[in-house]
């Protein structure tokens, strides 16, 4: 164990260390340290999310993000109620147990919309429903509770309050993010966050007290991905997020949350393909998210570009998983795989 290591209580000062750190021989005891923690605390598994990006269509215009509503080259789909179910199902008999919904920020996705495709995959299959929508009103996350919602995604993305003014140009009233996530378990919701990191404008500074409000958040899911450029953005020259960085930033959201879910991210995937998604889950993570959304949508929700997409098919990914975790001596996770349930 790396010395003046102290797990969930790590102070801002070492985790800040931490980031900063880049010899091989104690990054290498960060990860092991991660890794044991992982294992003792959310077992072997690996639990699958099946993914369906169910609207490219976006009000926002955050900075970093390919679905901009001012990205003219984008183009737009949104899934009907039975293309989401179809989805669903298949999510299901690929033996995964969650699907997780997610779209830009789309003012047709209403309250009835979504509370009646929740219930239907509620109905037809036994799959934890996740949503991923953005920023929406209490009334239509309540709604879509009761509906059979199970969890609730939403990235505070950064916690620099200037740094997130700058990349998300306001739409009338703030939005507080982290308020709102209080507001969804209070619901009764599961909750995810996480952050982007290597943003433009980022500093080893603001990612360490992004690191210290996720472990305070104690959330159930935290996803955290390098951001990545995409070209029809206004921070498309800008460099992006590295992987050396993720695999530090995923060994310390384990040892500050050392209960919660945390996912090797598409974006992990894209930059460094299998291999880095194996790295991540060996340093802390313990979750992937199959891509399940119908190929001919799959490529225009690009959020970024080439994201990482399994050729194969999802249902071919999931069936190859099996022989690949159990090389890294790992299971795949059956069920919903609910927080606190795994070990
Ligand atoms: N509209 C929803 C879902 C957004 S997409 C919401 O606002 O919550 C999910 C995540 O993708 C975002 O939270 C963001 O962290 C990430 N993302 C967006 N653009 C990205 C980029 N260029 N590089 C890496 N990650 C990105």
């Avoid at 020259?237 to 050392?258: F, K, M, N, S, W």
């Amino acid at each position: 164990m790396p010395k003046g290591l102290s797990f969930s209580e790590m102070p801002f000062e070492s985790v800040r260390h931490w980031l900063l750190e880049r010899d091989p021989g104690r990054l290498e005891a960060l990860f092991a340290a991660a890794d044991v923690c992982r294992r003792n605390n959310v077992g072997e598994a690996v639990h699958l999310r099946g993914l369906v990006e169910i609207s490219s269509h976006c009000r926002r215009m955050c900075l970093y993000c390919g679905l901009r509503s001012g990205n003219r080259h984008a183009s737009r789909y949104r899934l009907s109620a039975d293309e989401a179910l179809d989805c669903a199902k298949r999510i299901e008999a690929a033996g995964v147990g969650t699907a997780v919904l997610q779209a830009g920020e789309d003012g047709g996705l209403t309250r009835g919309f979504i509370s009646d495709m929740v219930r239907s995959i509620k109905q037809h299959t036994r799959c934890a429903v996740t949503l991923s929508l953005g920023e929406r009103d209490d009334g239509d996350y309540l709604a879509w509770k009761q509906a059979g919602a199970d969890r609730y995604l939403l990235r505070f993305e950064t916690s620099d309050r200037a740094l997130y003014d700058r990349l998300h140009p306001p739409r009338g009233e703030r939005y507080d993010r982290v308020a709102a996530l209080q507001r969804l378990r209070a619901m009764g919701y599961e909750i995810g966050s996480g952050v982007m990191f290597g943003l433009p404008g980022q500093t080893v500074e603001t990612l360490a007290a992004d690191l210290m409000l996720i472990a305070k958040l104690d959330l159930d899911m935290i996803g955290c991905g390098p951001f990545i450029p995409h070209p029809n953005t206004p921070l498309g020259q800008h460099e992006g997020g590295t992987l050396d960085l993720a695999y530090i930033v995923i060994a310390l959201c384990r040892l500050l949350a050392p209960r919660a879910h945390i996912p090797a991210t598409t974006a992990i995937a894209t930059l460094g393909g299998e291999s880095a998604r194996a790295k991540a889950l060996s340093c802390g993570a313990n979750v992937i998210m199959p891509n399940f959304t119908p190929a001919m949508y799959r490529e225009q929700y690009e959020i970024y570009p080439d994201k990482a997409c399994p050729e194969e098919g999802a249902e071919r990914f999931c069936e190859g998983l099996h022989k690949r975790l159990a090389q890294l001596g790992r299971t795949v996770g059956v069920g919903p795989g609910k927080t606190n349930t795994a070990v």
